[in-house]
Nanobody
């Protein structure tokens, strides 16, 4: 059984930082693409980071590139998202997600196989 459980969301002022954590079970970091999605009210779901299972290459859309960083700890089965210089437009529910196709590419996040319940991130101006 695949389980993805997020934590670490909260309220932060613009310019601040947060680190999200995802505890995983039932998936291999070598065989899956793992990442983070977000969804804000009235907006489409967006993949904001992904790490490939094959070569551990990463993908970020332009909206977060240079501010967000994904990392994994294989020994602990954990996935992290470090978010710096947060902006009010980053406000959303953030989901940890996994896709059986193990290579990240632009537009990642539309065909994930599993996702967690999400954690709320709110950035005040």
């Amino acid at each position: 059984e695949v389980r993805l459980v997020e934590s670490g969301g909260g309220l932060v002022q613009a310019g601040g930082s947060l680190r999200l954590s995802c505890s995983t079970s039932g998936i291999s970091f070598d065989d899956w693409a793992i990442g983070w999605l977000r969804q804000a009210p009235g907006k489409e779901r967006e993949g904001v980071s992904c790490i490939s299972g094959t070569d551990k290459s990463t993908y970020y859309p332009d909206s977060v590139k240079g501010r967000f960083a994904i990392s994994i700890d294989s020994a602990k089965n954990m996935v992290y998202l470090q978010m710096n210089n947060l902006k009010p437009e980053d406000t959303a529910i953030y989901y940890c997600a996994a896709e059986g196709f193990p290579i990240c590419k632009p537009g990642w996040g539309n065909l994930v196989d599993y996702r967690g319940r999400g954690t709320q991130v709110t950035v005040s101006s």
